[in-house]
């Protein structure tokens, strides 16, 4: 862990010299479009089930909206015209390199959720709770076509919670267990890759997890993956509309 933490704040502190004026032309950018801070806070849960402030370039215009929406699709009429192109390149995420510096995140780890997803886990998808959270992982590479899979969806986040959130709980969970300096230094360079050719680094994990667990990711990585609605580990019950709700408007 002490390994890590020094990898996270020397390659943190590299990054941000080297991006940093891109960045403020970006922030510039993004600004310009409507006049609004570019810079997006949202709340989430990390490590300990502490809330913090993960910071990200803003790709979506600022509305007044009555309902949540936490899941975007790829067609979301709320992205705007530069965020479309930010989301696609990961751009939106070199805020985070602020959330490591300040210890609250990791290059690698389980993604950071909302406090109202946290709030559906079951016992055993708090496992991911144990770790500190990250920019990358192997289900973050996996589902990077997240919001291409809910792009027609009339409900995204249902659609979310039925079928992407139990896959990359359960991948989370195999990285919260099995975790290593050397699996870390892999994943950033599998996530430099996929940028390139998701298709090939996919397999090469695929091929990961199957060793690990066939019976399991065999239906994730069959050759049409064509998804369908699951209850996340540990229950035997999918998430439904009232699930969500609970949570939402509480």
């Not at 002490?2 to 990898?7: A, V, W, Y």
């Not at 066939?214 to 019950?237: C, D, I, M, V």
């Amino acid at each position: 862990m002490i390994l890590k933490n020094i990898f996270d704040y020397l390659l943190a502190f590299l990054l941000i010299v080297i991006l940093f004026i891109p960045t403020i032309i970006i922030l510039i950018i993004v600004y310009k479009e409507d006049f609004k801070n570019p810079i997006y806070f949202s709340k989430r849960v990390k490590k300990n089930n502490k809330i913090f402030s993960l910071l990200k370039i803003r790709s979506m215009k600022i509305l007044n909206q009555k309902n949540v929406v936490t899941s975007t699709s790829y067609n979301d009429p709320r992205i705007s015209k530069i965020g479309s192109i930010i989301r696609r390149y990961k751009i939106d995420e070199i805020p985070q390199l602020i959330n490591i510096i300040n210890n609250e995140m990791s290059f690698v780890g389980p993604r950071p959720n909302v406090v109202e997803e946290v709030k559906l886990y079951t016992n055993h998808e708090k496992i991911l709770l144990n770790d500190k959270t990250g920019i990358t992982d192997y289900a973050s590479i996996i589902f990077r076509d997240e919001s291409e899979i809910i792009k027609n969806s009339s409900n995204p986040n249902l659609d979310y919670n039925l079928l992407i959130r139990p896959w990359k709980s359960l991948i989370g969970i195999y990285y919260v267990e099995n975790r290593s300096f050397f699996m870390d230094i892999e994943i950033l360079f599998l996530t430099l890759f996929s940028l390139f050719d998701r298709v090939l680094v996919t397999r090469y994990i695929s091929k990961k997890l199957l060793k690990y667990d066939f019976e399991t990711y065999s239906k994730l990585f069959a050759p049409t993956r064509e998804l369908k609605p699951l209850p996340p580990p540990g229950s035997n019950k999918l998430v439904s509309q009232s699930d969500l709700d609970s949570v939402y408007n509480n």
